[in-house]
């Protein structure tokens, strides 16, 4: 693949977690050349790392458009429908990258999410298998079964596959779900050290706070180091720069540690604005229609 030096540049932005920057950068190579699919789908990948899922499959779709046998953009456009619960175009798209490029792993990955999240967890586990029959150290596929398996609730198998997963990345989503796991089993200690590992690694992660905070009786005397981590937790819950799912979770987080301090009243409009955040909006996509 051979790249501009603008495309270069752009990309390095993106590598080194400059998204904004990188969003510019693309958007200038697109507004010179709207054709140029390298430069759609690495725009529609920084959408996609800021949350804007919207834009992310926008952009994705274009990309596609323009090389409709590419296995790389049909899969990450796949996960960009999965976010926009369009789960059957992800299925479709995901289905049309492995019949294009049957070794492309994380079309299995993509295929994967789209099944799990469409209620259908056995299908997601032959195709997290599929994938790691590929690409055996995979750590999407990893993670993911690792969370097919505890929806099922095998939780010996998915610890098996949650601690492979760290083992090959060791980041805080493959914590937070390690953590979960540990929860399901009754082993607090262990998951508040994985939720703890989760959020140092990513302070905004929402889903890893909300868990923290869930497993804490923050009245409790003993949990008066966790009540000194409060004033951290309602600064990020309350940055509107965070993106929406990330707040909504801090603020559950957030609303639980404020109910169980006695405040309900305060607690109250937490909830529902945490609630109002991570209500899906309909997001009608029809690149297959």
């Given at each position: ?156 198998e998915a610890l098996e596959f949650g601690q ?18 540990f929860n399901d089993l009754g082993k607090l ?101």
């Amino acid at each position: 693949m051979s790249f501009s030096p603008e495309l270069k540049k752009a990309l390095s932005l993106q590598q080194s977690g400059q998204l904004a920057e990188a969003i510019a950068a693309y958007s200038a190579i697109l507004q010179k050349d709207s054709k140029n699919a390298d430069a759609l789908h690495l725009l529609g990948l920084c959408f996609y790392q800021v949350g804007d899922f919207p834009r992310s499959a926008n952009m994705l779709s274009q990309a596609v458009q323009l090389q409709p046998k590419s296995a790389l953009y049909l899969a990450n456009f796949g996960l960009a429908l999965v976010q926009l619960n369009q789960l059957a175009a992800a299925e479709q798209a995901s289905r049309q990258a492995i019949q294009h490029e049957p070794n492309h792993a994380p079309a299995y990955v993509s295929l994967g999410m789209a099944l799990s999240r469409a209620g259908f967890p056995e299908e997601a586990e032959k195709a997290y298998r599929d994938c790691l029959h590929h690409d055996p150290d995979n750590p999407d596929a990893l993670n993911n079964m690792s969370m097919v398996l505890r929806d099922l609730r095998r939780h010996e198998e998915a610890l098996e596959f949650g601690q492979k997963a760290l083992e090959q990345n060791e980041n805080f989503a493959n914590h937070n779900n390690v953590g979960n796991i540990f929860n399901d089993l009754g082993k607090l200690d262990l998951a508040k050290q994985h939720y703890e590992k989760s959020i140092a690694l990513k302070q905004d992660y929402g889903q890893a706070w909300s868990n923290w905070a869930h497993i804490i009786r923050f009245g409790a005397e003993e949990y008066a180091d966790e009540v000194d981590r409060l004033p951290e937790l309602e600064k990020l819950a309350h940055n509107t720069a965070i993106i929406p799912a990330d707040r909504g979770h801090l603020l559950f987080a957030l609303a639980k540690a404020t109910k169980d301090q006695g405040q309900f009243e305060e607690a109250f409009p937490l909830y529902e604005e945490a609630n109002d955040l991570l209500t899906p909006t309909p997001f009608p996509f029809d690149h297959f229609n």
